[in-house]
């Protein structure tokens, strides 16, 4: 018997999902992942140096006029958006509470609660 050690927000990736992905890594983002959360809804993870010490407003400015090149019919799927500077996801022995609220909202997209639809 086989186990997959593979995250199971990489096995919900559709065509859809890999569009998005392909558009933002073209536009130059370091890392961009994507996968299907429910029939409705596609939840998208941006990390990118760039994004350090700019707010959620600024990081969300530089990664949504790039997402216009995603079909209209995927983009309005995207309900979530989360774009972190790679140390961000590092647990610190001294977490701010930005820090605790990127690794939760990290941690809801690599281990996705589930869904209601």
Known sequence: MSQSTEPR???????ESR???TVLKEAGFRQVD???????????RVIDPRFANLS????????EPH???????????????LAFAP????????????????????EEFENPSPSLL
């Open 67 to 81: 997402l216009k090149r995603v079909p209209e019919d995927i983009r309005r799927k995207i309900i979530m958006l």
């Open 34 to 44: 994507a996968y299907r959360y429910n029939p409705g809804s596609i939840r998208v």
């Open 19 to 21: 569009i998005v992905e």
């Open 9 to 15: 927000w990489q096995t919900m990736r559709t065509d």
């Open 56 to 63: 959620e407003e600024e990081r969300a400015d530089l990664v």
């Open 87 to 106: 140390g961000e996801l590092e647990f610190q022995s001294q977490p701010t509470t930005t820090n605790w609220k990127y690794l939760f909202l990290n």
